[in-house]
Nanobody, 125 residues
Framework: QVQLVESGGGLVQAGGSLRLSCSAS????????MGWFRQAPGKEREFVAA????????EYVDSVTGRCTISRENAKNTVNLQMNSLRPEDTAVYYC??????????????????WGQGTQVTVSS
């Protein structure tokens, strides 16, 4: 089992920045490829970003490319999502997810084995 706890969400004005963090406990963090997803009110959950266990591969949804950076600190069992130039359409609950490592990045929810409870991000216009 892996437990994931997100933090760093909040209310920010459009154009601002937030840094989300996900802290993992349980099985060795290095065994997991990680991802961030989000779910806006009335919408399905969608992929945002992913990073392989080594940090060597990353992937982003087009709408955040150039504005967000995913990173991980394996020694601290943490994965981060730095979000800049935030827009009102980025408002959502953001979820951290862990997938048993295959050494890649994944956009598909079903490939992830563990999920956090989510952290709210609200961007005001």
């Amino acid at each position: 089992q892996v437990q994931l706890v997100e933090s760093g969400g909040g209310l920010v004005q459009a154009g601002g920045s937030l840094r989300l963090s996900c802290s993992a406990s349980g099985r060795p963090f290095i065994r997991y490829d990680m991802g961030w997803f989000r779910q806006a009110p009335g919408k399905e959950r969608e992929f945002v970003a992913a990073i392989s266990w080594s940090g060597g591969s990353t992937e982003y949804v087009d709408s955040v490319t150039g504005r967000c950076t995913i990173s991980r600190e394996n020694a601290k069992n943490t994965v981060n999502l730095q979000m800049n130039s935030l827009r009102p359409e980025d408002t959502a609950v953001y979820y951290c997810a862990a997938a048993r490592s295959r050494g890649g990045t994944y956009r598909t929810e079903s490939l992830y084995d563990y999920w956090g409870q989510g952290t709210q991000v609200t961007v005001s216009s």
